[in-house]
């Protein structure tokens, strides 16, 4: 049975950081890409940074230059590096794990539970 499970988020003020894991168990597949997405109340889900099986990165216009996603395919754990976070970064944080490298969140079958950030002054 596969599982992630996130871990590392909490409550910030602005421009802060946090560090967010993602530990998978169970994925056999290690040729997987992964991903974290994040959802704010009231709003569409949204992809924040790819990585493919090998660890080629791929970030979005409001994640490239402050966020880094890394991933130890030896500890089955991804990871999302924040800086400078902002009041629109409140969100809740998923990791997922899919056969596609991919933007779109159809393409996951395998989904964590979330960990929740919260920038606030």
């Known amino acids: 049975q596969v599982q992630l499970v996130e871990s590392g988020g909490g409550t910030v003020r602005p421009g802060g950081s946090l560090k967010l894991s993602c530990v998978a168990s169970g994925l056999t597949d290690r040729s997987l890409s992964m991903a974290w997405f994040r959802q704010a109340p009231g709003k569409e889900r949204e992809g924040v940074a790819v990585?493919?099986?090998?660890?080629?990165?791929s970030y979005i216009d409001f994640s490239k230059d402050r966020f880094t996603i890394s991933r130890d395919n030896a500890q089955n754990t991804l990871y999302l590096q924040m800086n400078s976070l902002k009041f629109e970064d409140t969100a809740m944080y998923y990791c997922a794990a899919g056969p596609t490298y991919s933007w779109h969140a159809s393409s996951y079958p395998y989904w964590g539970q979330g960990t929740q950030v919260t920038v606030s002054s």
């Open positions: 990585i493919s099986a090998l660890g080629s990165p």
